[in-house]
């Protein structure tokens, strides 16, 4: 069963780097799969960052393409998301998932990690 | 502003039927499927409902989905206490070029 594990600052300062990994166990990523980044500000809904193929075909959310990067490492079967010059509305748990998609059962998201940006 | 539009808020008591109506457009519901996740307070989302009426193994029978034009809709019998949680819609967007969710709809078992 696939599992998802997200790591990385839980405060960035704003006008830096958001850095962050999510580890995956139990399926390699170069099986196949979209795989994504998604997040959730505090209160309020969810926003799709962005997805990456096991190829490293990429789809950026338009508002946030200037400024994210998404990668994957398949020597260590991680997936990565940058997003430069942060700001306060920056804040929000972020999740990895493999999805979304019309995957069913094969859908699966990580637990999340807070991300508070600081002034 | 959510690309979807969800109410913010919907209730019932035990027992009853809750629907949840998700609203698009052409270039994301519809022209492509529409998914549900649940989202229980400080827990990550969970599908619940895949192209839009399937249930992933696991999903209780009570939850179900359906899709007509432009809009979709969550529906869930047999209200339960356990039910009490977040629900969000989702799907492609051909103009985007990217995933657009519902803001969500917190649902409420007086």
């Known amino acids: 069963q696939v599992q998802l594990q997200e790591s990385g600052p839980g405060l960035v300062k704003a006008s830096e780097t958001l850095s962050l990994t999510c580890t995956v166990s139990?399926?390699?990523?170069?099986?196949?799969?979209?795989w994504a980044w998604i997040r959730q500000p505090p209160g309020k809904g969810l926003e799709w960052i962005g997805s990456?193929?096991?190829?490293?075909?990429?789809f950026y959310n338009p508002s946030l393409k200037s400024r994210v990067t998404i990668s994957v490492d398949t020597s260590k079967n991680q997936l990565s998301l940058k997003l430069n010059s942060v700001t306060a509305t920056d804040t929000a748990v972020y999740y990895c998932?493999?999805?979304?998609?019309?995957?069913?059962?094969?859908?699966?998201w990580g637990q999340g990690t807070l991300v508070t940006v600081s002034s | 502003q959510s690309v979807l539009t969800q109410p913010p808020s919907a209730s019932g008591t035990p027992g009853q039927r809750v629907t949840i109506s998700c609203s698009g457009s052409?270039?994301?519901?519809?022209?492509?499927?529409v998914n549900w996740y649940q989202q229980l307070p400080g827990t990550a989302p969970k599908l619940l409902i895949y192209?839009?009426?399937q249930r992933p193994s696991g999903v209780p029978g009570r939850f179900s989905g359906s899709k007509s034009g432009t809009s979709a809709s969550l529906a869930i019998s047999g209200l339960q206490s356990e039910d009490e949680a977040d629900y969000h819609c989702?799907?492609?967007?051909?103009?985007?070029?990217?995933?657009?969710f519902g803001g969500g709809t917190k649902v409420t078992v007086l």
């Open positions: 998932a493999r999805g979304p998609g019309d995957y069913g059962d094969n859908e699966a």
């Open positions: 139990g399926y390699s990523i170069s099986s196949g799969y979209y």
């Open positions: 990456i193929f096991h190829s490293g075909d990429t």
């Open positions: 052409s270039s994301n519901i519809g022209t492509n499927t």
């Open positions: 192209s839009n009426n």
């Open positions: 989702a799907t492609w967007d051909d103009s985007l070029r990217g995933w657009v």
